[in-house]
């Protein structure tokens, strides 16, 4: 029930962009994106919910095809402080299942 | 507000010791969880609370126990530690509606010889 991420890493310099892909065999209705730096606790980032809602990260964008059940992170213009790993999740029941993550690294 | 905080950040145990990590948060959150995280695997979620009194296991509960006898507090405790359990382990609060952000503890890392 895990989510799958893809790329596992991905290495960027500064001003590249980048695309987090994270797809689910279980309906998704709704994938949390969290990033966490090394050594410190996973942050959010930002909420899709069937509809198209977000809420969330105002340099970060995403989308949500409900019926592909994935999600992808679009992470543009990039800046060093986006390294960290990306780790999507879901819900179901109250229980909550994160992807394996993806490591993002930008050098300058 | 402290947000969600977590005691010890580090311990080293013996195989077959106990011991409880301790979490709370003083956001008024319903939902509050435990998370285990080894290299590769991600965030593996323990153990669940919707409320206080009401808990749940989650994706990996064996051998640790967890309890919610206030809206602010919830303790994770190993009954018998073993190699397995080395990892880093993650406390986290949220409101219960799903669509909300979970906030997390700074975490404790915890090593079993």
């Known amino acids: 029930q895990q989510p799958v991420q893809s790329p596992q890493a991905v290495i960027l310099r500064e001003g590249e962009d980048a695309v987090i892909n994270c797809s689910s065999s279980k309906a998704l209705y709704s994938v949390h994106w969290y990033r966490q730096k090394h050594g410190e606790a996973p942050v959010f980032l930002m909420i899709?919910?069937?509809?198209?809602e977000q809420k969330g990260h105002e340099k970060i964008s995403a989308s949500f095809n409900e019926k592909k059940q994935q999600s992808s992170l679009y992470l543009t213009a990039s800046q060093l402080s986006y390294s960290g790993t990306y780790f999507c999740g879901t819900e179901m029941g109250n229980q909550f299942y994160f992807g394996t993550g993806t490591s993002l690294t930008v050098i300058p | 507000n402290a947000g969600v905080t977590q005691t010890p950040k580090f311990q080293v145990l013996k195989t077959g010791q106990s011991m409880t990590l301790q979490c709370a948060q003083d956001m008024n959150h319903e939902y509050m969880s435990w998370y285990r995280q080894d290299p590769g695997m991600g965030l593996r979620l323990i153990h669940y609370s919707v409320g206080a009194g009401i808990t749940d296991q989650g994706e990996v509960p064996n051998g640790y126990n967890v309890s919610r006898s206030t809206t602010e507090d919830f303790p994770l405790r190993l009954l018998s530690a073993a190699p397995s359990q080395t990892s880093v382990y993650f406390c986290?609060?949220?409101?219960?509606?799903?669509?909300?952000?979970?906030?997390f503890g700074p975490g404790t890392r915890l090593t079993v010889l």
């Open positions: 899709l919910l069937k509809g198209g």
């Open positions: 986290a609060s949220s409101y219960l509606d799903s669509y909300n952000e979970q906030f």
